[in-house]
């Protein structure tokens, strides 16, 4: 059963702070790792989509990079800023009898102070 | 362009009583799914349609839900006899093709007393 995990479950940080949020995951049967940002009380952002044959993928201050092998995902977030403050979810997708799917950890909620 | 739209956004019931929560996916988008983020259990995935149809509906919580796309559009997700178990909010998300980038709804926020 695939797991994904998110540690630590919390961050505070002064802004201008570059950060790097982990994610791991069990299995490396995946076809592609999305992070996801939620602000409280509403759905979720779709931040960065890594397809499994790539390494990395990078928009604005965020990068992101996978490596299947070792299952692990980082999310690198540059001069960090209050508006960075929200829950970030990283999920892997996968298919599972004949569903495709994701598979999300329990978030990392990030608080940035000005 | 519009995006993935919800409703309603927030639903009280009463136990034992049915609800049917809607999505509607962006134009165009042959995926749909549904999620169910509650405190406890993070966020679950319930079930998947590839144009109309599930090919698997066992992430479904119990045989009190059910759920259905027609025209390769909108979903409907109905919960029957509501117990408090199912207070959470239900994510709906749709994506272009298959294992694609998946877009998400704000949500339903469903309410049992």
């Known amino acids: 059963k695939q797991e994904v995990t998110q540690i630590p479950a919390a961050l505070s940080v002064p802004e201008g702070e570059n950060l790097v949020l982990n994610c791991s995951f069990t299995?490396?049967?995946?076809?592609?790792l999305q992070w996801f940002r939620q602000d409280p009380g509403k759905g979720l952002t779709s931040l960065l989509l890594?397809?499994?044959?790539?390494r990395e993928q990078t928009s604005g201050r965020l990068n992101a990079s996978l490596d299947k092998s070792s299952g692990r995902s980082t999310l690198y977030i540059a001069a960090s800023q209050p508006g960075d403050s929200a829950t970030y979810l990283c999920?892997?997708?996968?298919?599972?009898?004949?569903?495709?799917?994701?598979?999300f950890g329990k978030g990392m909620k990030l608080t940035v102070n000005p | 362009g519009a995006g993935v739209s919800q409703s309603p956004s927030n639903k009280v019931t009463e136990k034992g009583k049915d609800v049917e929560l809607r999505c509607d996916p962006i134009?165009?988008?042959?995926?749909l799914y549904w999620y169910r983020q509650s405190l406890g259990q993070g966020l679950e995935f319930l079930i998947y349609?590839?144009?109309?149809?599930?090919?698997?509906k066992s992430g479904l919580p119990s045989d009190r839900f059910s759920a259905e796309r027609t025209g390769g559009s909108v979903s409907t997700l109905t919960i029957q006899r509501t117990q408090q178990e199912d207070s959470a909010v239900y994510l709906c998300?749709?994506?272009?093709?298959?294992?694609?980038?998946?877009?998400f709804g704000p949500g339903t926020r469903l309410t049992v007393l």
């Open positions: 134009s165009g988008h042959t995926a």
């Open positions: 890594i397809q499994s044959s790539q």
């Open positions: 299995d490396s049967a995946i076809y592609n």
């Open positions: 999920a892997v997708g996968l298919t599972q009898g004949g569903s495709e799917k994701l598979v």
């Open positions: 998300a749709s994506s272009p093709n298959t294992y694609n980038e998946q877009f």
């Open positions: 349609f590839q144009g109309n149809s599930a090919p698997d």
